[in-house]
């Protein structure tokens, strides 16, 4: 015979989506604030978008390594993005795929493999010889040498994530006191629900290859300042980022790595480009883009 779903559980779980309601209420208006805070004015077509360099400016370093992120940080560029994952032990580091064997001399999943390990791998001598011995880095190092620059940071949280995973993240950034340049991103919508308890004063980005969904009822749902697509999906969509932005939300695209895409998505007046050439975007924004 079936046995019958407890009634403490269905309870639970009924306070718990209360919960978060609650949290999403009383945040009402916390995403439109932190587009503005972040993002600045929401754009026009035509007017030129920030610039986030992807994994850090992976044309002069290894990505999601220091060196790399210390490029964009020392450079014109006003966000750098990084990806992080967690060990076997649950220390968070920035990496990109889920196998360390394209960016280190490693093998292995990242998710199976422990902070010591991960920490011995030579991060670097794939990219060139004077990288040699560059290290995958530690969540708690990238804060260590964001905060001492003027730029914000784009993090996405690559997998999903609890609230007790997020929480350390938080504290670190908090401690830091860098908690008003941090964004955070994700695919993963369990990610998205539990930033919204762990981490409700930090702003939140939604990560979607297509816009399938509602990108308006989506960034209202997780009080998201944007949502971060490809060029394809808006494409799509040409009104897409008008209605975004009547609504109170930026509107972000990835991976746009040449002038004609560049002039396309600014053409579409979307807010922010995350780019693997970000020195290239920044001058060519230079040049062509007006206000700058």
């Not at 360099?53 to 220091?66: F, K, M, Q, V, W």
Request: aromatic residues 8%; contains cysteine.
């Amino acid at each position: 015979m079936r046995r019958p779903y407890p009634v403490h559980r269905t309870i639970c779980a009924f306070l718990a989506t209360i919960a978060l309601i609650l949290v999403l209420v009383v945040n009402a208006d916390a995403a439109t604030v932190h587009a503005a805070n972040m993002f600045g004015s929401l754009r026009e077509p035509g007017e030129p978008a920030f610039i986030a360099g992807h994994r850090g400016d992976r044309t002069t370093a290894p990505e999601n390594t220091l060196p790399a992120i210390a490029a964009v940080l020392d450079s014109g560029m006003e966000f750098v993005e990084i990806d992080v994952q967690k060990s076997l032990d649950g220390v968070p580091v920035l990496i990109h795929d889920e196998e360390v064997d394209r960016t280190t001399d490693g093998s292995g999943l990242v998710g199976e493999l422990t902070w010591a390990e991960l920490s011995a791998l030579d991060a670097g001598s794939w990219y060139g010889a004077e990288f040699a011995g560059t290290r995958i880095p530690h969540f708690d190092q990238f804060i260590d040498l964001f905060r001492g620059s003027q730029k914000k940071a784009l993090v996405e949280l690559k997998g999903e994530w609890t609230v007790e995973q997020i929480r350390p993240l938080v504290s670190k950034i908090y401690s830091a006191g860098v908690q008003n340049r941090v964004i955070f991103a994700s695919f993963a919508f369990a990610t998205l629900h539990h930033l919204v308890e762990a981490a409700p004063n930090l702003p939140r980005v939604i990560i979607r290859k297509d816009l399938a969904f509602d990108p308006v009822w989506l960034a209202e749902f997780y009080q998201a300042a944007a949502v971060l697509t490809r060029l394809q999906a808006v494409e799509a969509d040409p009104g897409v980022v008008n209605r975004m932005h009547e609504a109170g939300f930026g509107l972000l695209l990835y991976t746009l790595n040449s002038e004609e895409r560049w002039s396309e998505a600014l053409a579409h007046g979307v807010d922010g480009i995350v780019t693997d050439e970000p020195s290239e975007l920044d001058a060519w924004l230079a040049n062509t883009a007006p206000g700058t």
